[in-house]
């Protein structure tokens, strides 16, 4: 019986596996995590969707050595502003939020950043071939961001700047194993690096939005959107312009 020898990977097909290879941009162990000096804090509550952010922000205050400001990650994987819709280690996410809210109110933090996977827990879409689709909010939404709404207030309360970090753009093809593709042609793979757009996201995005954006409008607060960065000209790319993928699955960049 003749075997069909196994097809070599194309170079461009293994820059895209590689980067699933790659570790998560998120600290290697949960909980709290300090970094720089400074005595002026900012103080980041959420899930690992946050604290994916902590490698850029360590990078700003390494290059920035006279700044006179700090960041705390308070964080755990899968930890949501609800109970019903966190997915893991139920009781320490909310001895974690617990203590995070503690510490927000405390001097040395001066501003405080709230972010979540907000589109995966509060319509519960999980499902990787219709990531970043249009779907209604879970009925224990309601609670989940009156949750955010005291955090919210509590911290504005005590005269701490708050910011809500929303969304980055999700797509079912963003993960870099979904881009290769099989193929009876020569080399056998091909990569599918399709966008998504931000229209669309907005539109899916937009049951929860309009209520955080109010949360944020009634505390004086900000938002923060990385769509404005990783959407140019309305477009969200998957890879860069030298064919690196941008995200490292489906939910976390590079």
């Given at each position: 019986k003749t075997q069909i020898p196994a097809r070599p990977i194309p170079p461009d097909v293994a820059k895209i596996l590689a980067a699933e290879n790659e570790d998560y941009p998120?600290?290697?162990?949960?909980?709290?995590?300090?970094?720089g000096d400074g005595p002026k804090k900012v103080l980041f509550i959420g899930?690992?969707?946050?604290?994916?952010?902590?490698?850029?922000?360590?990078?700003?205050?390494?290059?920035n050595p006279g700044n006179s400001r700090g960041a705390i990650f308070a964080w755990r994987p899968g930890c949501a502003p609800h109970d019903e819709i966190t997915r893991v280690a139920h009781a320490?996410?909310?001895q974690l939020l617990a203590d995070a809210i503690a510490m927000g109110k405390t001097a040395p933090i001066e501003s405080v950043v709230i972010g979540f996977s907000w589109y995966s827990y509060l319509t519960g879409n999980r499902d990787g071939d219709q990531?970043?689709?249009l779907r209604p909010l879970l009925p224990v939404a309601d609670a989940a961001l009156e949750n955010v709404r005291r955090m919210v207030e509590g911290f504005a309360g005590s005269g701490k700047k708050v910011y809500i970090m929303l969304n980055a753009p999700l797509n079912s093809g963003f993960a870099?194993?979904?881009?290769?593709?099989?193929?009876?042609f020569a080399p056998g793979f091909k990569v599918n690096s399709a966008p998504a757009y931000k229209d669309r996201l907005l539109e899916a995005y937009e049951p929860f939005l309009a209520r955080l954006r109010k949360i944020a409008e009634d505390n004086n607060a900000g938002l923060i959107d990385p769509l404005g960065g990783l959407c140019p000209g309305g477009t969200?790319?998957?890879?860069?312009k030298g064919d690196e993928p941008i995200y490292r699955d489906t939910y976390h960049l590079r």
């Open positions: 998120y600290p290697d162990e949960p909980g709290f995590l300090y970094i899930d690992s969707t946050l604290a994916q952010y902590h490698g850029r922000v360590e990078k700003v205050l390494k290059e320490k996410c909310r990531m970043g689709e870099p194993r979904q881009m290769v593709q099989r193929t009876v969200c790319p998957s890879i860069t």
